[in-house]
């Protein structure tokens, strides 16, 4: 039950970042290469921390190792740290589990000239996962305010 209410939250809280140390980085034309954007429209380059459930922090990657980050799609392998909720919450415990990530679907980001982001985020679990949890996961990311700044 824990899980299913956590699927709910993945999907409609969509992605979210912790602020991590980034670096810019180019796709092999030349274009800035696309950023993936936290709860609150700040744009990141090759995390190495992702907050996923961002409405309650229940969810989150880290120990992400790029091995791809350009115009078309992005790859890491890391871990997926995940509450079960159990009895509740705000009492239940983190477990990690080891995942492999994609990041695609690279549209213009609105209000930012030149600026392209990611809109998809993929987790492949290889071994174990979270109780309830498909081995292959997909959602959309946040686009994102208009406002916000890009790298």
Known sequence: MALLKLAAVLLA???????????STSSTSGAPAP??????????????????????????????????WNGTAARASGTDAANDCRPYCAAG???RYPVEVTLDGPVSWAGH???????????????????????????PLPKGPAGATPV
């Open 35 to 68: 950023v993936l954007l936290d709860c609150v429209g700040h744009p990141q380059n090759r995390p190495t921390q992702y907050v996923v459930a961002c409405g309650d922090g229940n969810n989150y990657l880290v120990a992400l190792h790029w091995t791809q």
């Open 113 to 139: 000239d030149g600026t392209v982001r990611y809109t998809r985020l993929t987790l492949d679990y290889p071994g174990d996962r979270p109780a309830g949890m498909p081995a292959h996961f997909v959602f």
């Open 13 to 23: 809280c969509g992605g979210s970042l912790v602020p991590a140390a980034a670096s």
């Open 93 to 95: 415990h983190f477990h």
